[in-house]
């Protein structure tokens, strides 16, 4: 059974940081991208930062960019989402994801339950 577990989120105020945690089972991580989405109330959800298993390169939404810092551990099958800088707007609940990039995997997609994250004084 696949289960993408998300936790470390919480109330920090602005400047503050967290980092968040994605245990995942049931595939192998090696194989997938690994995601951090957003959504705010009222707005869509956003993709915040992704790596890929291939040389673990990162992508990082142009919000983001610099502040947070997308990793994985396969040997412990987790990602994880440094956040520092903490502003208000990045309040939201946040979603790990996994996308299948390999033969085997390819296209399959799953997603945690989200983590609430909250950045107010």
């Known amino acids: 059974q696949v289960q993408l577990v998300e936790s470390g989120g919480g109330l920090v105020q602005p400047g503050g940081s967290l980092t968040l945690s994605c245990a995942t089972s049931g595939f192998t991580l090696s194989s997938y991208a690994m995601r951090w989405y957003r959504q705010a109330p009222g707005q869509e959800r956003e993709l915040v930062a992704t790596?890929?298993?291939?040389?673990?390169?990162?992508y990082y939404a142009d919000s983001v960019k610099d502040r947070f810092t997308i990793s994985r551990d396969n040997a412990y099958n987790s990602v994880y989402l440094q956040m520092n800088s903490l502003k208000p707007e990045d309040t939201a609940v946040y979603y790990c994801?996994?996308?299948?990039?390999?033969?085997?995997?390819?296209?399959?997609?799953?997603w945690g339950q989200g983590t609430q994250v909250t950045v107010s004084s």
């Open positions: 994801n996994a996308l299948g990039v390999r033969a085997g995997s390819y296209g399959r997609e799953y």
């Open positions: 790596n890929t298993p291939a040389a673990g390169s990162t």
